[in-house]
């Protein structure tokens, strides 16, 4: 069975700072996807960047990229140039089929942008 | 960018009543998922749910629970005996089809069970 851990409950952060939050998962899979939610205060989750975990490099969507460490079975999530609206619930979840979305998600870290 | 949506926003039951939540996607889709989180714990998978039949579940997905596809668009969640330890927020979600893995959640629907 497959396990994610994200050990910050609660962070927070200056407006326009940088944020990283940190996740780490157990699997004996050799290929997986990997994920980030952002679930705001309205409540929906929304899927912040994904990563196959046979790529070698790093998922970037614009302000936010990953740090991707196989070996150390680690995936951060760094959010650059922070925003207000960027406070939310963050989680990493991890998933061992495409095509069947049988995730299993972390706890989450609530981040909050402070102005 | 598919849309769902999910009714009730909240509802709230009696111990050992029957629950429905409904769940409504914007365009036509053939997988969906029903996920749970209670509430300051981890949102858990429930159950899968592809072309009428379901496809995977958890161990939480016990005999209370059933899905369904009554009409061809609603995609419901039913608890047949509410148990106190039902209280959570229930999300459907669906994927885009376009094999990326992504899922797209509904709003949720919270359920309390007295």
């Known amino acids: 069975a497959q396990t994610v851990t994200q050990s910050q409950p609660e962070m927070s952060v200056q407006e326009a700072e940088t944020v990283t939050l940190s996740c780490t998962y157990d699997t004996s899979e050799s290929n997986y996807y990997l994920f980030w939610y952002k679930q705001p205060p309205s409540r929906q989750m929304i899927l912040v960047i994904r990563?196959?975990?046979?790529?070698?490099q790093n998922a970037t969507e614009n302000r936010f990229s990953v740090n991707f460490q196989k070996a150390a079975k680690s995936f951060s999530l760094k959010i650059s140039d922070s925003q207000l609206g960027d406070t939310a619930m963050y989680f990493c979840?991890?998933?061992?089929?495409?095509?069947?979305?049988?995730?299993?998600f972390g706890t989450g870290t609530r981040l909050t942008i402070i102005p | 960018e598919p849309e769902v949506t999910q009714t009730p926003s909240h509802q709230v039951t009696q111990m050992g009543q029957e629950v429905i939540l409904r769940c409504v996607p914007i365009s036509n889709h053939l997988y969906f998922y029903w996920y749970r989180q209670i509430l300051g714990q981890k949102v858990e998978f429930l159950v899968s749910f592809y072309n009428n039949e379901i496809s995977e579940k958890s161990e939480i997905f016990d005999d209370q629970f059933s899905v369904e596809r009554p009409d061809g668009s609603n995609f419901t969640l039913k608890i047949r005996s509410t148990k106190l330890e039902d209280s959570a927020m229930y999300f459907c979600?669906?994927?885009?089809?376009?094999?990326?893995?992504?899922?797209?959640f509904g709003e949720g629907s919270r359920l309390t069970v007295l």
């Open positions: 979600a669906i994927t885009s089809g376009g094999n990326t893995g992504e899922l797209f």
């Open positions: 990563q196959e975990a046979y790529k070698q």
């Open positions: 979840a991890f998933s061992a089929h495409f095509g069947n979305e049988k995730l299993t």
